[in-house]
């Protein structure tokens, strides 16, 4: 009896175990289930509307309607094209500029010990989390004072602001990550500082550049305050002041389709260029992470 008893309640203990197990994986899957729809409705909500028109937009429907007239109105709108073609080559080259003067910067910062190394790295962060509207005037009068007010190159001497503080900090922890073994061989070999940079520790920073000039690229992309501060005009504009100044055919009328296919326009590009470097984006995060 005392053994049937013990048998038992193992069973009872292990079919217990066993729905514990399984209530916790349901709830697992449905908590990651409502992260997903949580995080993917409102791009969902976007692509849905962007294929209404008219009285169809207040009717709420699950699947697409399949209309792309608001598509081919901003094809044929000459001043959001141009707008795309704006904020590609004002993103393209503040990220290149930021990613130049950050390698340069973090190899200073992370391989080249002088006193002033730490406080500099520490301004170096500060003034990237100080808000933009804080800048905003002293950055209006430098790009007055340089004459860059409404044209392109006035974005990216602002942008650089954003972008090249972010870049110098990641690349120095990166920098600093890698083995200083590499470098001191380097220097017996005869190896100058940027030849030890640009041929023996460049090669081995492509997943930290990928990740960093990505971030940096949408974070170029998606600023409004400075290109709407600094631009007057509509063949200067980038996308998101264009977007923002959408109309419809009537001063009454607001173009909330258009602008919904204006929003997942210029989201393509960047989603192209995660998908093309997901692998290096991937391990430019994790790089540094474990260690051993």
């Not at 409102?42 to 692509?47: E, F, G, R, S």
């Not at 795309?84 to 973090?106: D, E, K, Q, R």
């Not at 590009?269 to 998908?275: D, E, I, K, S, T």
């Amino acid at each position: 009896m005392a053994m049937t008893a013990s048998t038992a309640g193992r069973r009872y203990s292990n079919a217990t175990y066993r729905a514990m197990r399984r209530l916790k994986t349901v709830g697992l899957y449905a908590g990651v289930a409502a992260v997903l729809a949580y995080m993917l409705f409102p791009y969902y909500w976007a692509i849905v509307s962007s294929t209404k028109t008219g009285q169809a937009l207040y009717q709420f429907t699950l699947l697409p309607a399949l209309d792309f007239s608001n598509y081919w109105q901003l094809f044929n709108n000459p001043v959001f094209m141009g707008a795309l073609v704006n904020s590609g080559v004002v993103a393209l080259v503040s990220t290149a500029i930021s990613l130049v003067i950050g390698i340069l910067g973090a190899y200073a910062l992370g391989r080249l010990h002088f006193p002033p190394g730490r406080m500099v790295l520490i301004a170096v962060l500060m003034i990237s989390v100080f808000p933009q509207v804080v800048v905003l005037s002293g950055m209006f009068e430098v790009i007055g004072w340089l004459g860059l007010y409404n044209r392109p190159s006035g974005l990216i001497v602002s942008y650089l602001i954003l972008t090249l503080p972010f870049t110098t900090w990641i690349l120095t922890s990166f920098i600093r990550d890698l083995p200083k073994e590499l470098e001191e061989a380097a220097l017996v070999d005869g190896c100058s500082r940027l030849r030890i940079l640009t041929h023996v520790l460049l090669p081995l920073m492509g997943p930290a550049i990928a990740s960093t000039g990505l971030l940096s690229f949408i974070l170029a992309w998606n600023e409004f305050l400075f290109a709407l501060t600094f631009i007057l005009t509509d063949e200067n504009r980038t996308v998101p002041v264009a977007i923002g100044l959408l109309t419809g055919s009537s001063r009454y009328e607001y173009p909330f389709g258009q602008i919904m296919a204006a929003s997942v326009t210029v989201t393509l590009p960047l989603l192209a260029l995660v998908l093309v470097f997901q692998r290096k984006i991937v391990a430019g995060l994790t790089s540094g992470a474990v260690k051993g």
